[in-house]
């Protein structure tokens, strides 16, 4: 199937934020493609992407799908705290603030995040590795 034909509308937000919606048949799927800023750089910057985020996921219409990927360059970690509703027990590594900001998100918006949903060998769960250090800082968000 050739997706092209289905896409009505695309959107850069700005460099970090992206959407494509589609109609295939009766649904509507919007497609939202984000990279967050890495540890280290200031609050505000972090917080305009959020709520840039927000302003999205706002727009789009509880009837239409809703599927969220990218580069949160935050770690879920593999416990799931008091997130048991959008955390399925099967992350990677420990969770940091960044996570934290993508689980209280995630929650927010009545959202699960797949990759923790079902169990994954560790090399399917690492997104990014160096000689240092194995991380999962992609995730892919769906609503419930």
């Known amino acids: 199937m050739d997706l092209r034909e289905s896409v009505v509308e695309v959107k850069l ?6 959407t494509i919606k589609l109609v295939v048949g009766e649904c509507t799927l919007n497609i939202v493609s984000t990279y967050a800023q890495q540890a280290g750089l200031d609050e505000d910057v972090k917080t305009y992407f959020w709520e840039g985020l927000d302003e999205i996921v706002h727009n789009i219409p509880l009837a239409e799908r809703l599927f969220i990927g990218g580069d949160f360059n935050g770690h879920i970690g593999s416990s799931v705290g008091g997130y048991s509703e959008v955390h399925g027990s099967f992350g990677f590594g420990e969770q940091n603030r960044g996570g934290v900001s993508l689980l209280d998100f995630a ?24 000689t240092v250090v194995k991380t999962q800082i992609d995730y892919l968000l769906l609503r419930r």
Do not use: C, G
């Open 13 to 18: 937000v700005n460099d970090r934020l992206m």
């Open 107 to 130: 929650k927010a918006f009545e959202l699960v995040i797949a990759y923790s949903s079902f169990p994954k060998r560790e090399e399917n769960l690492v997104t990014f590795q160096s």
